[in-house]
């Protein structure tokens, strides 16, 4: 069974940086891809990027190079780091891994941005 933990939330000044981790533990099965999505109060859950098994990344339409993300397959880590945060940036950040059994979740990590 597949377990995924998210850490690296917290409260953080608008302008600062952050860097959020993923782990992954248990078998993950064929191709796959993890993922950082975000849900901000009152709004849906977006994407905020993917990275590949084999490292291709993707991004969400309003990232803006702000966001990075980053892999390593020997400890099955995902790594998001986030740049010059803004308030808008307040969320609840979430792992997900999509492989060939199926589709998990951790449980989140809140972020958020002060003054």
């Known amino acids: 069974q597949v377990h995924i933990v998210e850490s690296g939330g917290g409260v953080v000044q608008a302008g600062e940086s952050l860097v959020l981790s993923c782990v992954v533990s248990?078998?993950?099965?064929?191709?796959?891809?993890i993922g950082w999505y975000r849900q901000a109060p009152g709004k849906q859950r977006e994407l905020v990027a993917t990275?590949?098994?084999?490292?291709?990344?993707k991004y969400g339409d309003f990232v803006a190079g702000r966001f990075k993300i980053s892999r390593d397959e020997g400890s099955n880590t995902a790594t998001l780091r986030i740049e010059n945060l803004k308030f808008d940036d307040t969320a609840v950040y979430y792992c997900?891994?999509?492989?060939?059994?199926?589709?998990?979740w951790g449980q989140g990590t809140q972020v958020t941005v002060s003054s």
């Open positions: 990275i590949s098994k084999f490292g291709t990344a």
């Open positions: 997900r891994l999509i492989d060939g059994a199926g589709d998990n």
């Open positions: 248990g078998p993950i099965v064929g191709y796959n891809d």
